[in-house]
């Protein structure tokens, strides 16, 4: 082997430098066990995984005016060839692609904000996901551990029993300009949603992506549109309400393909401090998630039942999700209830104190420990896209949190697989419920009695605040003309994806008998446009853009007399700073640019040492 001066072997790379090396970059969605090349000039060159599934290498040729990527075997003869022809230029080595996909600069349209900020939504080391990438994230995972857990996502002989189990794999999640490796685990979340054959996961990671270390996929194994967990998302941001937002990911495990995911942040401490109290370092406050049982119960009610924290938790009604270890005691299991049960105490206290006192002193009691104007806003979405599995009619899919900052609590929303759809054979009245926006959840209060809303609408100064923020909610945020942009800036940037992923759902090879929908491009483009046959036919299942046309109009109608002209907060009227600085550093790209100079020294090295 000869040893190269360390100035020649610089030399030579920077001469080379100016001369015409091409670097490639693309990611597989072909599964394990594939391999890509490049071709161009009807020549072809194999790719090297680095790490799987991203492919790179260098060519070093004159010119090259357009090229295609192809799939390989093991012989380096070609499978097959993508549909695309590519062209090159120099911009084309700082990208990652996508094999048969296009590369695309998609703006996603923003919603304009109608009410006064109430939290910052974010900070400089915790920003929001991007809306316009589509992620790639390939998990290697414990190959035992997978074949269980994804054969059995309930417990043989429990069948009410989650299997959650955690899985040891190393995950990788590669972006246009990002590359991203490092160990961790994933299990199945959700359950109703279990029940399908694409189920939700969850990612932990040891190291941390865009500065968290845990993320949530979600299936959208019943939404043919693919939009609506991301546009109720989008929604509850516009109004103000915390929420977790995300983008898309193609998702492959061990060599399971299971298509297109909705990728979102975990509501977790790391989410709470940076999204609530703005601050990476904040004291976290107690939050408990609210999963009821319906239609048969039990239901987390928010009903006082005694101090004795057993009254709370279990099966179907309450469980503890996020808390400072340093405010419970270990050996005491009833400090880790103390705040719920504080709650639901002092609205009990008000509810018989001031439940028919419409005066001010009223607000200022509720207000001392409720957030009244998000819980308004908060509600008055779950209005217009009639959330089915939601707060406002079961009480469930929504989180209690205790906001040490303020010293109040307020809720926090997640998981909308039924909503923006119509009443879809739910709890609500079959006739006319799309024309209901104020009294939608109460049409079978033997089946539940609403206890929380029922005495919260009942203050007059609260109804009418919440009428307001209706009015000016549909009239400003919930129209086709507003909405429709954003739908079809998203259909835009997964379009190529989508009978990809209906395909995937549909030829997933796992033992696991789970339900499947098998939809339809024609499906998703159903829901991309207003049709006035299809409102004029339907009863109880509406497409996406069909729901927002109808129960939009029927809002607006219905809060056309209420005045506006005073939109004012009727609690936590304080200032907040909504601006992330702009991070213009290059660290989210530096492994990405590493790995790339890597290959391209190493290989002009190895070339120079033959």
């Given at each position: 082997m000869r040893i190269l001066p360390f100035g020649i072997t610089l030399t030579y790379f920077f001469a080379l430098g100016r001369s015409a090396i091409q670097q490639f970059n693309v990611v597989s969605i072909l599964g394990e066990g594939s391999s890509l090349g490049v071709k161009y000039n009807n020549k072809v060159v194999p790719l090297t995984p680095s790490p799987f599934p991203l492919f790179t290498g260098t060519v070093n040729e004159n010119s090259i005016d357009t090229y295609n990527y192809v799939s390989l075997d093991e012989a380096g003869n070609i499978i097959s060839e993508e549909g695309i022809t590519r062209t090159y230029?120099?911009?084309?080595?700082?990208?990652?692609?996508?094999?048969?996909?296009?590369?695309?600069?998609?703006?996603?349209?923003?919603?304009?904000?109608?009410?006064?900020?109430?939290?910052?939504?974010?900070?400089?080391?915790?920003?929001?996901?991007?809306?316009?990438?589509?992620?790639?994230?390939?998990?290697?995972?414990?190959?035992?551990?997978?074949?269980?857990?994804?054969?059995?996502?309930?417990?043989?002989?429990?069948?009410?029993?989650?299997?959650?189990?955690?899985?040891?794999?190393?995950?990788?999640?590669?972006?246009?300009?990002?590359?991203?490796?490092?160990?961790?685990?994933?299990?199945?979340?959700?359950y109703g949603s279990r029940q399908y054959k694409k189920v939700s996961w969850s990612l932990k990671m040891d190291q941390k992506f865009r500065g968290r270390k845990a993320l949530k996929l979600r299936a959208m194994a019943s939404d043919p549109s693919l939009v609506r967990e991301s546009v109720t998302s989008k929604l509850y941001n516009a109004m103000g309400v915390p929420v977790q937002e995300g983008t898309y990911a193609r998702l492959f495990i061990n060599d399971d393909t299971y298509g297109l995911y909705h990728m979102i942040d975990n509501l977790n401490k790391k989410w709470i401090r940076n999204y609530i109290h703005g601050d990476n370092n904040a004291k976290v406050g107690f939050c408990y998630k609210m999963d009821s049982s319906h239609p048969d119960g039990p239901y987390s009610d928010l009903r006082y039942k005694g101090d004795e924290y057993t009254n709370y938790g279990g099966v179907g009604t309450y469980s503890i999700d996020e808390y400072e270890e340093s405010d419970v005691d270990p050996n005491d299991e009833s400090t880790r209830w103390t705040s719920l049960i504080n709650f639901v105490k002092s609205y009990d206290n008000w509810v018989n104190t001031y439940g028919e006192d419409n005066s001010d002193m009223a607000i200022e009691e509720l207000e001392k420990f409720l957030n009244i104007e998000e819980t308004l806003r908060f509600m008055a979405i779950e209005s217009l896209i009639l959330a089915l599995d939601n707060f406002w009619l079961v009480m469930s899919n929504t989180a209690l949190y205790y906001n040490p900052e303020r010293n109040n609590y307020q809720f926090i929303p997640f998981d909308f697989d039924q909503v923006l759809?119509?009443?879809?054979?739910?709890?609500?009245?079959?006739?006319?419920?799309?024309?209901?926006?104020?009294?939608?959840?109460?049409?079978?209060?033997?089946?539940?009695?609403?206890?929380?809303?029922?005495?919260?609408?009942?203050?007059?100064?609260?109804?009418?605040?919440y009428d307001i923020i209706l009015a000016i909610a549909s009239t400003e945020l919930f129209t086709n003309n507003v909405i429709g942009p954003y739908i079809h800036a998203l259909a835009s940037l997964i379009e190529e994806d989508v009978e990809w992923n209906f395909e995937a759902m549909d030829n997933l090879d796992i033992s696991y008998d789970g339900y499947l929908h098998h939809f339809t491009v024609e499906d998703f483009e159903d829901n991309l446009s207003v049709n006035q046959e299809n409102i004029a036919s339907s009863t109880d299942t509406y497409n996406v853009m069909d729901w927002i046309e109808v129960r939009g109009n029927n809002c607006r109608m219905s809060t056309s007399n209420v005045n506006v002209s005073i939109n004012k907060n009727i609690s936590d009227d304080v200032e907040v700073n909504t601006e992330m600085d702009d991070d213009t550093s290059n660290s989210k790209n530096s492994f990405s640019i590493k790995i790339t100079l890597l290959i391209i020294f190493s290989q002009l090295i190895y070339n120079l040492l033959l």
């Open positions: 230029s120099k911009d084309i080595s700082g990208i990652n692609e996508v094999f048969n996909r296009t590369n695309k600069e998609i703006t996603i349209p923003d919603f304009p904000k109608p009410f006064k900020a109430m939290f910052p939504m974010g900070t400089k080391k915790f920003k929001p996901l991007p809306d316009n990438v589509i992620y790639n994230i390939y998990a290697n995972c414990d190959k035992d551990t997978y074949e269980y857990v994804s054969s059995e996502p309930f417990i043989v002989g429990h069948s009410l029993r989650r299997n959650d189990t955690p899985i040891n794999c190393t995950l990788t999640i590669i972006s246009p300009d990002e590359v991203f490796q490092s160990s961790g685990t994933v299990h199945i979340i959700g759809i119509g009443s879809h054979g739910s709890l609500i009245k079959t006739e006319d419920y799309a024309k209901d926006c104020f009294n939608w959840a109460n049409f079978n209060e033997s089946v539940f009695e609403h206890y929380f809303t029922n005495n919260l609408m009942k203050n007059q100064q609260i109804k009418q605040r």
